[in-house]
């Protein structure tokens, strides 16, 4: 009997594992570039919603979208082979042969895990639903729903234990519709009936339907990564040379600057000197003349421009005058072709790739709100991001601007107050003008080595000076050890003159300091006459 027992159990472990292990993803085809799609039907936005893929429909239009990261395609060979490759994709998933049978009303806490589940009725999504992927990465979860699917506000879909988006399909014999505040993960794709989703709304996936129309309402939608989906890498990165290792220069236009601006990184033009610079505030070279640097920096910076402007784009953003607004970018050549209007903020997205390359172009001038902000995501660097621009360059006060700025035949006439720029601000032809701002061009040793240009930028800590802020006297500790006998620290007012001088003998030194009022203070640490570190200090006296 126990034998017995035990041959029924393993035959009925045995019959079950491959339903779960034999789930099949369909092929979705060129589907798979679209993040909304129908076949036959209105694609309709209203709000701000921010899309990442391909929009589109091969009967009707597209209409309310703005910036929109991917490519819109109504009526034309792309929508038309969607259309094809969503048939086969339904047919597929209409085709598995379920291995569950859940009640109707989903979530509430359940956790399910990878197979074909079949709905004989409408269905609802209620709180949070989980699937558990169970370590295996190739896990696929299909949902067969014979009627309608719904959503109540804020329900969510929850991977967990390695599933992923890319891996749910949601195959729907009827209307969908998200209420507000719903999380949906996966591939919708709704036969014969229409899509929506409202405000607040998040889908990781796709909302396709084989005819019917899809409308949203400010939502955040992006095709999901993996499965074989391209690993995203942008273009390849301009080559620089010596326009490196300047954090602001002109090759033909003056330079100048009005207020507190600290810098790392060499500036100048290569036909006037700078004015209004602090040196002690420079982390690098001021061009005082135009010199053999400068020359060379104005050939490289021609170079990496023809290089820029050469580029094809592989996504036009149709509205210059609605940058911005949150907007998610991720490494790709983009293309704004007439003047920009950059409002709040933009979100450039590497999907865990640091050495993505993200290129903008735009055909004309730009400018910023106050406090205007480009935010770097899922490893995104600074040092990977390129503006070409044709025109002038305004940015409003307090923005926070990433990467190199290249602007051809135009002034960079209004860097203001409280900017900071992680990255550089170059232009071919034009003045440049800043206004207490902050700008840092990290350098590497081959570039700035090769002509003979001291290298300024500090990765690291040389010395610890400590306390900060201090009232009477401060501490200078060595931390790396192959600091000479020579060296020396120099604190500078804002006014760039020397108030004190200390040599750096020993592993602390402590200085005294009196007679010193209130207020910011600049260090520079020299070692062999080269500067190898700077900072800030604040005297409370």
């Known amino acids: 009997m126990k034998i017995k027992l035990l041959s029924t159990v393993t035959m009925v472990t045995i019959l079950s594992l491959p339903f779960i292990t034999l789930a099949q993803a369909p092929a979705l085809g060129s589907a798979a570039n679209f993040v909304l799609f129908s076949t036959n039907g209105a694609v309709t936005n209203s709000g701000i919603s921010q899309i990442t893929g391909n929009v589109g429909t091969n009967n009707g239009s597209s209409t309310g979208f703005g910036n929109v990261n991917g490519v819109m395609n109504d009526g034309n060979g ?240 149709l509205y210059p005058a609605q940058f911005g607004n949150g907007l998610v970018l991720t490494p790709h050549t983009y293309l704004l072709n007439a003047a920009t209007v950059f409002t709040d903020s933009l979100y450039l997205n590497a999907q865990g790739n640091s050495n993505a390359i993200f290129v903008i172009k735009i055909n004309g001038a730009i400018s910023t709100s106050t406090y205007a902000k480009v935010m770097l995501i899922n490893g995104a660097q600074a040092k990977n991001v390129f503006w070409k621009i044709e025109g002038a360059v305004n940015i409003n006060n307090y923005s926070k601007f990433k990467g190199t700025i290249v602007c051809h035949n135009g002034a960079l006439g209004a860097i203001n107050t409280g900017v900071t720029i992680d990255g550089r601000l170059l232009t071919t032809n034009g003045a440049l003008s800043s206004t207490a701002i902050t700008a840092i061009a990290y350098t590497t040793a081959a570039t700035c080595a090769s002509v003979g240009i001291p290298l300024y930028a500090v990765t690291s800590s040389i010395v610890k000076v400590y306390p900060n802020p201090f009232i009477t006297s401060l501490n200078i500790k060595v931390i790396d050890a192959e600091l000479s006998n020579s060296a020396e620290m120099k604190m500078y007012n804002v006014l760039g003159e020397v108030v004190m001088t200390t040599p750096i003998t020993k592993e602390i030194t402590t200085v005294e300091i009196k007679d010193l009022s209130s207020g910011i203070y600049f260090y520079k640490i020299f070692d062999n006459n080269k500067i190898v570190q700077t900072g800030r200090l604040i005297s409370q006296q």
């Open 78 to 317: 792309a929508s038309a082979q969607a259309a094809a490759d969503l048939l086969i994709a339904y047919n597929q998933l209409n085709a598995t042969v379920a291995t569950f049978f859940p009640a109707p009303l989903l979530g509430n806490g359940q956790t399910l895990v990878p197979g074909v589940y079949s709905i004989g009725a409408a269905a609802t999504l209620n709180l949070e639903l989980k699937l558990d992927g169970q370590n295996n990465a190739n896990s696929v979860f299909i949902f067969k729903i014979q009627g309608p699917l719904s959503t109540n506000a804020a329900s969510r879909i929850k991977l967990i234990n390695g599933a992923k988006a890319c891996n749910v399909f949601w195959k729907v014999e009827g209307l969908v519709s998200m209420a507000s505040g719903t999380s949906m993960k996966g591939t919708v794709i709704a036969n014969n009936a229409a899509i929506n989703m409202n405000s607040g709304d998040t889908l990781e996936g796709r909302a396709l339907s084989t005819a019917g129309a899809v409308t949203l309402n400010g939502l955040f939608a992006y095709t999901p990564i993996g499965c074989g989906s391209p690993v995203l890498t942008g273009p390849s990165a301009p080559v620089l040379g010596v326009a490196g290792c300047y954090a602001i220069f002109s090759s033909n236009g003056s330079v100048s600057n009005s207020g507190v601006t600290t810098v790392t990184g060499d500036v100048g033009s290569n036909s006037s000197a700078p004015t209004g610079f602090n040196p002690a505030l420079i982390n690098g070279n001021l061009h005082l003349v135009p010199d053999g640097s400068t020359a060379q920096c104005a050939t490289d910076l021609m170079v990496a421009y023809n290089y820029l402007n050469g580029l094809t784009d592989d996504i036009e953003l």
